[in-house]
């Protein structure tokens, strides 16, 4: 049977654990992965180049690279704590 309607949805809210890139304020150019949803427009980001530092950032401050894949040194997405693989 074929599948007749998207299977994904390009505002999906469940954005844990993806990739994303700060595009604003004073850690602009950071990569790091979104550890938790604080409320619909604030995310906890942490790990790549935070390290185990946690930030929180508005929705508008980030973008999220969800459709494509970027290659990150390992050293970058552990941080300064390898224990976070």
């Known amino acids: 049977m ?3 309607y998207p299977t994904f949805s390009y505002n999906n809210p469940r954005i844990h654990g993806q990739t994303v890139f700060i595009k604003r304020g004073p850690h ?18 942490s790990q790549a180049d935070f390290g ?3 930030v929180i950032f ?4 980030f973008l999220v690279h ?3 894949k970027i ?3 390992i050293d970058r997405v552990a941080g300064k704590n390898p224990d976070v693989l």
Do not use: H, T, W
């Open 66 to 68: 969800r459709y494509r």
């Open 2 to 4: 074929a599948i007749n």
């Open 28 to 45: 602009q150019g950071k990569l790091g992965i979104i550890a938790k949803s604080m409320d619909s427009d604030r995310f906890l980001i």
């Open 71 to 73: 290659k990150v040194p």
């Open 58 to 61: 508005k929705r508008s401050d």
């Open 52 to 54: 185990s530092e946690k």
